[in-house]
């Protein structure tokens, strides 16, 4: 199998705080995870791609600031957003990809749903 | 412009009624096309990856296939089951590392 978990499932925060969100890889090392936001209605967009041991990378108009990525070990990844306001409020996915020997395939956890009041 | 786009955005279908869902893309040196099933609050659930134009790939009622210039998901004779946002997504020669999705395709089956 190949399982992705994520961590809270769902958030309620209030303007100004910051919020952890955890992502683990269940059964697989994960040599890469990526961060995507959802908007309603609207398609994956990829915020981050970060590697075990070394800096996330973002995508272009993703602020490194305010969104910070630790991904400590193959099986955790974090996405800490910072001084959250309530345009940040979306649904944020991870996903992992396994051990680069293997054919290329990204496994997605639930999702976390974060509202920002 | 590396794009990928997804056709039609909604699709409604009684039970039964086969069809296909369309995905274009145009990129430079395609390294892998992956189709994912999303249900509404849920990450997405990887179905498919094809790599090379003419080939194919099957599970239960979901049938994959790829050109050089498009995939469809065909399928075939629909459960309500099957109602979900099928995303489309693509792995290209300028970002190895990543997947570029289009928009999706939200699939309603009627019994």
């Known amino acids: 199998g190949a399982v992705v978990s994520q961590h809270p499932s769902r958030v309620i925060c209030k303007s100004g705080t910051s919020v952890k969100i955890e992502c683990r890889s269940l059964?697989?090392?994960?040599?890469?995870m990526f961060w995507y936001r959802q908007f309603p209605k609207q398609s994956l967009m990829l915020m981050a791609t970060?590697?075990?041991?070394?800096?996330?990378?973002?995508e272009q108009g993703v602020e490194k600031d305010k969104f910070l990525i630790n991904h400590a070990s193959l099986t955790l990844s974090t996405l800490t957003v910072t001084s959250a306001h309530p345009e940040d409020s979306s649904f944020y996915i991870c996903?992992?990809?396994?051990?680069?020997?293997?054919?290329?395939?990204?496994?997605f956890g639930p999702g976390t749903r974060l509202t920002v009041t | 412009e590396d794009q990928v786009t997804q056709s039609p955005e909604a699709l409604r279908l009684q039970e039964g009624e086969s069809s296909s869902l369309n995905c274009s893309y145009t990129?430079?040196?395609?390294?892998?096309l992956f189709w994912y099933r999303q249900d509404p609050g849920k990450g997405p659930e990887f179905l498919f990856t094809?790599?090379?134009a003419g080939e194919e790939k099957e599970k239960e009622r979901l049938k994959a296939t790829l050109t050089k210039k498009e995939s469809f998901l065909h399928i075939t004779a629909p459960k309500p089951e099957d109602s979900a946002t099928y995303l489309c997504?693509?792995?290209?020669?300028?970002?190895?590392?990543?997947?570029?999705f289009g928009t999706g395709t939200l699939l309603a089956v009627q019994p």
């Open positions: 059964d697989f090392q994960a040599t890469t």
């Open positions: 970060s590697n075990e041991g070394s800096k996330a990378t973002y």
């Open positions: 990129v430079s040196g395609l390294r892998g």
């Open positions: 996903s992992a990809r396994k051990d680069s020997r293997v054919p290329y395939e990204q496994y």
């Open positions: 997504a693509v792995r290209y020669g300028g970002a190895t590392n990543k997947l570029i």
């Open positions: 094809l790599y090379s």
